[in-house]
């Protein structure tokens, strides 16, 4: 006998989740499935908030090593990595536990087990005490994704790890390839480049962050190295090989060129995979390609009407408030709600390296690749009085729009809180602001968000007022 719901959810991330709320928002009989013994997803429980929460670790260390520099403090200090690592802990189980709140105050049914779809409106799920049977109206995937792992080198969780292990490590290596310059890449590099090891960052593409405009990973690259970080653009692994004392690396670049270099540590970041093997979407026709990720409508509907899929088992920017905004979507269109699109070019990107980036829109490069007339207007953050106050003034913020109209078509920042100064340029795309608009809105003083009004300046009039 099967427990009947409205919706059944499987998997507890962050689209997971929010899918789940919104369903109970929505007056459904909603039930979550997840196979971790704890609530959260990848982004909970082994990426944005432990990795950010190493993140802040670091940022404190650096601070205080700047007040050392300048006075402010004096005597010798020793990092605690063992502390450090237990913040992290703490901040991992307090996430869990709301997320966990979330569900008994919304009367959502949580079942443990591995989730697997029997039919277009059943889910069986095997836990530790056996099989429990669901029947849904509608269920919602959100399986999420897992680290991609290099076909011809094993991952053994010490000298050669992923994300995951990484995460757990119980000191700091003295060396560090990262091999990878996205996203995980360059974090995972800020964090222990600052916590004491030698970093190596390796990128098979010409640049770091390829995703972003160009001149901001111009100037990342810059400020990497400049912290002293070793960085290989235009170069791949072509070997690895464990050793006594670590891990010994054979890396070409474009040149045809080889070296080696030996580390304490290898992290591969290099992507991530859906999870979508083994979870019955074959058997009941939910249609996938060839890299596993599940093909879905604009309403996020699979081949088979009554299932829906979202987050990081789709084509879309594997990006945690990506698989949110859809899980609200699936669940109004379940509920019978008119739901208009997600528009991937309102969709913000951010990493929390040192400094930080983020971006929402087009680049400059796809703007003029896609025929419009291109306005840029940039400004440093060098030039703005609260960036000199707190001591961070690399990076700047660049504003792409369309000269005709002045629309703002994009905007990227690289530098201090860029990726909590990204929220007014998401709001000014939305609108479908102009530059002029941005750049006549007042904005507070001394703030770092001036940054982003004198940048519309340059964009909107050619020049910005305080350049």
Same mark, same amino acid.
């Given at each position: %006998?099967?427990? !009947?719901?409205?919706?059944?959810?499987?998997?507890?991330?962050?689209?997971?989740?929010?899918?789940?709320?919104?369903?109970? &928002?929505?007056?459904?009989?909603?039930?979550?499935?997840?196979?971790?013994?704890?609530?959260?997803?990848?982004?909970?429980?082994?990426?944005?908030?432990?990795?950010? *929460?190493?993140?802040?670790? $670091?940022? @404190?260390?650096?601070?205080?090593?700047?007040?050392?520099?300048?006075?402010?403090?004096?005597?010798?200090?020793?990092?605690?990595?063992?502390?450090?690592?237990?913040?992290?802990?703490?901040?991992?189980?307090?996430? *869990?536990?709301?997320?966990?709140?979330?569900?008994?105050?919304?009367?959502?049914?949580?079942?443990?087990?591995?989730?697997?779809?029997?039919?277009?409106?059943?889910?069986?799920?095997?836990? +530790?005490?056996?099989?429990?049977?669901?029947?849904?109206?509608?269920?919602?995937?959100?399986?999420?994704?897992?680290?991609?792992?290099? !076909?011809?080198?094993?991952?053994?969780?010490?000298?050669?790890?992923?994300?995951?292990?990484?995460?757990?490590?119980?000191?700091?290596?003295?060396?560090?390839?990262?091999?990878?310059?996205?996203?995980?890449?360059?974090?995972?590099?800020?964090?222990?480049?600052?916590?004491?090891?030698?970093?190596?960052?390796?990128?098979?593409?010409?640049?770091?962050?390829?995703?972003?405009?160009?001149?901001?990973?111009?100037?990342?690259?810059?400020?990497?190295?400049?912290?002293?970080?070793?960085?290989?653009?235009?170069?791949?692994?072509?070997?690895?090989?464990?050793?006594?004392?670590?891990?010994?690396?054979?890396?070409?670049?474009?040149?045809?060129?080889?070296?080696?270099?030996?580390?304490?540590?290898?992290?591969?970041?290099?992507?991530?995979?859906?999870?979508?093997?083994?979870?019955?979407?074959?058997?009941?026709?939910?249609?996938? +390609?060839?890299?596993?990720?599940?093909?879905?409508?604009? &309403?996020?509907?699979?081949?088979?009407?009554?299932?829906? /899929?979202?987050?990081?088992?789709?084509?879309?920017?594997?990006?945690?408030?990506?698989? *949110? $905004?859809?899980?609200?979507? #699936?669940? =109004?269109?379940?509920?019978?709600?008119?739901?208009? !699109?997600?528009?991937?070019?309102?969709?913000?990107?951010?990493?929390?390296?040192?400094?930080?980036?983020?971006?929402?829109?087009?680049?400059?490069?796809?703007?003029? =690749?896609?025929?419009?007339?291109?306005?840029?207007?940039?400004? !440093?953050?060098?030039?703005?009085?609260? #960036?000199? @106050?707190?001591?961070?003034?690399?990076?700047?913020?660049?504003?792409?729009?369309?000269?005709?109209?002045?629309?703002?078509?994009?905007? &990227?920042?690289?530098?201090?809180? #860029?990726? =909590?100064?990204?929220?007014?340029? @998401?709001? /000014?795309?939305?609108?479908?602001?102009?530059?002029?608009?941005?750049?006549?809105?007042?904005?507070?003083?001394?703030?770092?968000?001036?940054? %982003?009004?004198?940048?519309?300046?340059?964009?909107?009039?050619?020049?910005? @007022?305080?350049?």
């Amino acid at each position: %006998m099967s427990t !009947p719901y409205d919706v059944v959810v499987i998997g507890s991330g962050p689209g997971g989740y929010v899918a789940a709320i919104r369903a109970a &928002h929505n007056g459904l009989k909603t039930a979550l499935v997840e196979r971790d013994g704890r609530l959260g997803g990848t982004c909970g429980l082994r990426g944005c908030i432990p990795t950010k *929460s190493l993140l802040h670790s $670091a940022d @404190i260390w650096e601070e205080f090593q700047k007040a050392k520099k300048s006075g402010v403090l004096e005597g010798e200090a020793k990092l605690n990595f063992d502390n450090v690592q237990k913040e992290r802990a703490k901040v991992v189980e307090k996430n *869990s536990a709301g997320v966990t709140y979330l569900m008994k105050s919304n009367k959502i049914d949580v079942h443990t087990g591995w989730g697997t779809i029997t039919g277009p409106n059943s889910v069986s799920v095997k836990g +530790d005490k056996g099989v429990t049977e669901l029947s849904a109206k509608a269920i919602i995937v959100a399986t999420g994704s897992v680290v991609r792992h290099l !076909p011809f080198l094993k991952t053994d969780g010490q000298k050669v790890v992923t994300s995951d292990e990484i995460l757990e490590l119980k000191a700091v290596p003295k060396s560090l390839l990262v091999l990878g310059a996205g996203a995980v890449g360059t974090e995972f590099a800020s964090v222990y480049k600052r916590f004491g090891a030698d970093v190596t960052l390796v990128e098979m593409m010409d640049r770091v962050l390829p995703i972003e405009d160009e001149e901001v990973s111009a100037e990342l690259g810059k400020a990497l190295r400049k912290r002293g970080i070793n960085m290989m653009t235009g170069t791949k692994l072509e070997k690895a090989e464990v050793t006594k004392n670590g891990v010994a690396c054979v890396l070409a670049g474009k040149d045809g060129k080889s070296q080696n270099l030996e580390v304490e540590m290898l992290l591969v970041a290099v992507g991530r995979a859906p999870v979508t093997q083994n979870i019955g979407l074959e058997k009941v026709g939910v249609k996938t +390609d060839k890299g596993g990720y599940i093909e879905v409508n604009e &309403h996020l509907q699979t081949a088979v009407p009554s299932i829906y /899929a979202i987050g990081d088992i789709l084509r879309t920017p594997w990006l945690a408030h990506v698989a *949110s $905004a859809q899980g609200i979507k #699936a669940a =109004d269109h379940i509920a019978g709600k008119h739901v208009m !699109p997600l528009n991937v070019n309102r969709v913000p990107s951010c990493t929390y390296c040192d400094p930080e980036v983020a971006s929402v829109g087009l680049t400059e490069k796809t703007a003029r =690749d896609k025929g419009y007339d291109v306005q840029v207007g940039k400004f !440093p953050f060098s030039a703005i009085g609260k #960036a000199r @106050i707190i001591n961070q003034t690399e990076g700047f913020v660049k504003v792409v729009s369309e000269k005709k109209y002045g629309e703002i078509l994009g905007i &990227h920042i690289i530098g201090p809180h #860029a990726t =909590d100064l990204i929220g007014e340029a @998401i709001v /000014a795309l939305q609108l479908e602001s102009t530059a002029e608009e941005l750049a006549f809105t007042v904005h507070p003083h001394p703030t770092l968000t001036e940054a %982003m009004m004198e940048a519309a300046h340059a964009a909107a009039e050619g020049r910005a @007022i305080h350049m």
